[in-house]
């Protein structure tokens, strides 16, 4: 496409090489959130006997229950199932807490470059 003038294509060399490095600064941060979308908090209860899988959603992802398990009793059972959810969303809090720091340190530079202009 040319420009209002006619004489260069409006993506000329230099723009294209600013877009394929703007692309390339962008990929980081796009795996960054890639892994966090796959990430999981895991967390267990009642000597390993309750296993529980938080989604970085805070929902609850998965649960496994040890047949003997079943022997605490229903009130047992059910406390162990939301300490095993309680461990599994703190896992996956400092998980993605390292995630981000290390994902985003750096950019850090280039953050502070801008508050500066």
Do not use: W, Y
């Not at 993506?11 to 960054?32: S, V």
């Not at 605490?72 to 809090?93: C, F, Q, R, Y």
């Amino acid at each position: 496409m040319p420009t209002p003038d006619g004489d260069a294509p409006f993506l000329d060399e230099e723009m294209q090489r600013l877009l394929a490095q703007f692309q390339a600064d962008l990929r980081p941060l796009q795996e960054l959130r890639e892994s966090l979308d796959n990430l999981r908090g895991r967390g267990e209860a009642a000597n390993g006997q309750v296993k529980a899988e938080v989604l970085p959603s805070g929902t609850l992802g998965g649960l496994r229950i040890d047949p003997r398990a079943m022997r605490l009793g229903a009130d047992a059972l059910a406390e162990a199932v939301l300490a095993a959810a309680s461990e599994a969303a703190a896992d996956l809090t400092k998980r993605m807490a390292g995630m981000m720091t290390d994902g985003l340190t750096p950019f850090a530079d280039e953050v502070r470059r801008f508050g500066q202009d």
